[in-house]
């Protein structure tokens, strides 16, 4: 007799149109997880979910609470639950120092990376409040930039140390309802944001100059991401940082 197979557990990512979004997602489907696919633009969702029978691709803005209701309501429609949710949806931001951000700039950038977290997390708790078996994971996308800061990027450069803020947060107020929150810090892994700051063909550093920095596959810091939604519910990765061998952070500038 043939054993019926175990669906395997349902994963949220936002930011899964590219990037590093799109290559956890797909590492997750080829793990057996259920993967709702949130972003943007649905053609992008579509292109990363390659037709996969565990994929739901739902667009989504994680800046407009409706838009996070809507996603999770459809997952819980469509799976029942939430296992984990990988929060990753970001913008890079504009490059500018405290004294010449604009306000709509600032603000933008503040409500995609925290608000759009925020939202995320909050409607991803809800669920794992209330299902059977309670409990969950939530990781969240931060940076290097939580630990320290390019020249010229303040919003980011905020917006990735609060993110921090609300990990530890979410690990402290979720601990009673078997829910446990991690951060994950990613420097230079090849995606598109690094081109649009020059990682390839010269970043600026602290002293002025600019500098080709080396990077690694976007793979491998999914496979990151993986090992900390794969941990079992009796223990909790609470913080994880991988960078490109040899990038300029330990003694940056």
């Not at 691709?57 to 429609?77: G, I, N, S």
Request: proline share 6%; hydrophobic share 45%.
């Amino acid at each position: 007799m043939t054993a019926t197979p175990t669906p395997g557990p349902v994963a949220v990512v936002t930011g899964a149109g590219s990037g590093i979004g799109r290559a956890v997602a797909r590492q997750m489907l080829a793990d057996g997880y259920r993967v709702a696919l949130a972003g943007r633009r649905e053609a992008q969702l579509l292109e990363t979910a390659g037709g996969h029978p565990d994929a739901l691709a739902v667009p989504c803005d994680v800046t407009v609470p409706d838009d996070v209701e809507r996603l999770f309501a459809a997952v819980l429609r469509r799976w029942g639950r939430v296992d984990v949710l990988f929060n990753n949806a970001g913008v890079f931001g504009p490059a500018a120092s405290v004294d010449e951000i604009s306000l709509p700039d600032w603000e933008a950038t503040v409500a995609v990376n925290l608000t759009g977290s925020l939202l995320c997390a909050g409607a991803a708790v809800r669920a794992m409040k209330t299902q059977s078996p309670q409990g969950g994971r939530i990781i969240n996308n931060g940076s290097i930039s939580a630990h320290s800061p390019r020249p010229r990027t303040v919003a980011y450069a905020v917006t990735k140390h609060a993110m921090t803020g609300l990990t530890k947060s979410i690990e402290l107020d979720g601990r009673a309802f078997g829910i446990t929150c991690g951060q994950i810090d990613i420097g230079n892994t090849a995606t598109e944001i690094m081109d649009t700051i020059g990682v390839g063909s010269g970043a600026l550093q602290a002293d002025g100059t600019r500098k080709v920095e080396p990077m690694f596959p976007v793979e491998d810091a999914a496979r990151a991401v993986l090992m900390m939604a794969g941990m079992p519910p009796s223990a909790s990765v609470g913080s994880v940082v991988i960078t490109a061998a040899g990038m300029p952070f330990i003694g940056r500038g």
